[in-house]
Structures are given as structure tokens and as C-alpha cells.
């Protein structure tokens, strides 16, 4: 019997590829997928993935034809993977219940929020930029699926300890800032974060981040029986894959 060939698509990163080392698979700016079979339907109902939080991760994986590190995939690229996972699963047309009413987003129109790409540097994850009140130059990255590994068991372990804080801000600044006025050392970020870092200043940086972060978010316009909600986030669940799925 001759082997199958599973058909597969060309997938856009949001990234374009330019955050990765010229020598990555992604710096391309596409990666290669394959259409889903019964096989990632497994996988979307297995037990041990789920209540692991690990289920999406493992699906995408498995999807993937493209070869790298999958803890080097920008966050940014991870939601654009899941939803061409989708797509290419059940369709572009995703229903869903909000606010007790049926809709409906089609998601094959949903694009990266507008960013200057001019402030990008190619092959480098790094920006640039200065806290208005106090001055200080802080440079910082775009997270990868990694990075988000090591803050989730970070804040779950400083919640052990601490159990009524929520260090989740915080620890977050604190993996992304790569250097604070020239120092990379990482206990000199923690500090300034922990100590340093106004509301003000880290309010602004928060938005500065987002500025320069070709993001894809879900969100669409809800039109319900007391008016029009506009940017209403689109809630993502296992039936987000699989719509017929009694879990």
C-alpha cells in the first residue's frame, strides 16, 4: 500500500517571521500545516491533556509539518497556528452562545491588529523604549509559547507561598523586560519592577508593548437585545475545535 500524503496549507505568521533567527524554520514567515483527522480528535479528548491545560499545545503540534522548537513560537504566531487550526478543521464559521444569544464570527476574516513595523528589527525579538515619567530605558521581547511556560509555573509557585496575591502583572513584566538602562542582569529587573516601576510608567509601557504587537484578536461586534457591543471578546473553549463535542 502506498503511503498517504495528508493534504496541507501554507499558514501566514503575524510575525512574518522577522522575530526569529534568520536561520529559523520560521523565519520565513509561514509555517506548514495539516488538515486535521480523527486522529487530533483524539487528542482534543484526552483526559490527561485537558486537566493538564496542555490540550491545545498537543493538537497544534501534532498539526504542524513545519519542524522547530515549539517552545520558540511566538505567542503572537500560536494564536494565528490555532486558528488556521480551525479553520482548516470545521470551517471558517465559528457559533458560539454569548450573552444567552447565537453568533457567529467568521474567523478567515480575522487579521494582526495594525502595528509600525519600521520599529521592528529583523532577526531580532527586541524593542527599545523609555518610561515617559521616570526615563528609565527599558528593552523588552515578545513572548514566546516558552516564556509562557516558565511564567505560568512561576506565578503557581509564588501563589504556594503567597495565597492570597495574584503576582501574574508582575511576573510577567519581569520575563518580558530583557534590560533595564543597559543592565541584563536579572535580578537587577526584578528589583526595578518590584520596586521601581510607577503605575504610570508601567501603564504606558503595557500600551507601547501592544502597540508594536501584531496580535490577532478574536473579538467581533455583539449585536443583542440592549444594543451594540463593540470589541466583545469571542470565548474560546475545546468546542472552539470541535462544535460537536459533548465536553
Known amino acids: 500500500m502506498s503511503e498517504l500524503k495528508f493534504p496541507t496549507e501554507m499558514v501566514d505568521l503575524p510575525s512574518k517571521g522577522l522575530f526569529y ?10 509555517v506548514e500545516m495539516k488538515y486535521m483527522t480523527a486522529k487530533e480528535e483524539d487528542i482534543l479528548t484526552n483526559k490527561s491533556y485537558i486537566e493538564k491545560g496542555t490540550v491545545i499545545d498537543k493538537l497544534l503540534q501534532s498539526l ?4 522547530f522548537d515549539y517552545n520558540d513560537l511566538l505567542l503572537v504566531d500560536k494564536n494565528a497556528i490555532m486558528i488556521a487550526a480551525r479553520v482548516l478543521g470545521y470551517g471558517k464559521d465559528y457559533e458560539f452562545m ?3 444569544e447565537q453568533c457567529t464570527v467568521d474567523l478567515s476574516t480575522l487579521e494582526p491588529n495594525l502595528v509600525d513595523e519600521k520599529l521592528w528589527k529583523k532577526g531580532k525579538n527586541e524593542f527599545s523604549y523609555t518610561l515617559p515619567t521616570t526615563g528609565h530605558v527599558i528593552t523588552f ?3 514566546t509559547h516558552g516564556d509562557e511556560k516558565k511564567i505560568s509555573d512561576e ?3 509564588l501563589q504556594k507561598i503567597y495565597k492570597d496575591t495574584n503576582p501574574e502583572l508582575t511576573t510577567r513584566l519581569k520575563h518580558i523586560i530583557l534590560s533595564v538602562d543597559g543592565d541584563v542582569e536579572s535580578r537587577t529587573i ?6 521601581n516601576l510607577l503605575a504610570r510608567d508601567a501603564r504606558s509601557f ?3 508593548v501592544r502597540s508594536v504587537t501584531p496580535e490577532i484578536e478574536i473579538k467581533f461586534d455583539f449585536e443583542g437585545s440592549n444594543g451594540v457591543e463593540e470589541g466583545a471578546t469571542v ?5 472552539f475545535f470541535w462544535p460537536d463535542a459533548a465536553i
Not at 533567527?21 to 520560521?26: A, D, F, G
Not at 504542524?64 to 519542524?67: D, G, I, Y
Request: proline letters at 8%; aromatic letters at 8%.
Open 206 to 208: 503595557r500600551e507601547y
Open 155 to 157: 506565578i503557581k509557585g
Open 21 to 30: 533567527p534568520e536561520s529559523h524554520p520560521l523565519a520565513s514567515g509561514k
Open 235 to 239: 470565548p474560546i473553549g475545546l468546542n
Open 190 to 195: 526584578r528589583q526595578f519592577v518590584d520596586n
Open 64 to 67: 504542524l509539518v513545519t519542524q
Open 98 to 100: 454569548y450573552k444567552g
Open 141 to 143: 521581547k515578545l513572548l
